[in-house]
Nanobody
Framework: QVQLVESGGRLVQAGGSLRLSCVGS????????MGWFRQAPGKEREFVAA????????NYAEPVKGRFTIDRDNAKNTVYLQMDRLKPEDTAVYYC?????????????????????WGAGTLVTVSS
């Protein structure tokens, strides 16, 4: 059993930066690959980024590649999403997810279907 809590979402101007955090509790945090997903109003959920158990492998969706960075600190049971050069189209509720079996590529390809745990989300609003 894992509980995930996201934080850090807020209103930010286009071109700005923001760091989201996801804190996990329950099972050992290092046992799970972690992912970030987002869902904008009226749109389907989309994959953003994923990171392996140890942080040695990452996967990014094309729209955020080069702008977002996923990282983790297992000692703090925390996964981060550093968001730079934000665009209005990045506006969405961002969700943290954890999975004990899928690799970072599978997390992206499946768009989160079948992941073990989800957080409740944190809202990021990017103004133009």
């Amino acid at each position: 059993q894992v509980q995930l809590v996201e934080s850090g979402g807020r209103l930010v101007q286009a071109g700005g930066s923001l760091r989201l955090s996801c804190v996990g509790s329950g099972r050992p945090f290092s046992s799970y690959a972690m992912g970030w997903f987002r869902q904008a109003p009226g749109k389907e959920r989309e994959f953003v980024a994923a990171i392996s158990w140890t942080g040695s492998s990452t996967n990014y969706a094309e729209p955020v590649k080069g702008r977002f960075t996923i990282d983790r600190d297992n000692a703090k049971n925390t996964v981060y999403l550093q968001m730079d050069r934000l665009k209005p189209e990045d506006t969405a509720v961002y969700y943290c997810a954890a999975d004990g079996t899928m690799g970072v590529q599978a997390i992206g390809v499946t768009n989160g279907v079948g992941v073990d745990y989800w957080g409740a989300g944190t809202l990021v609003t990017v103004s133009s």
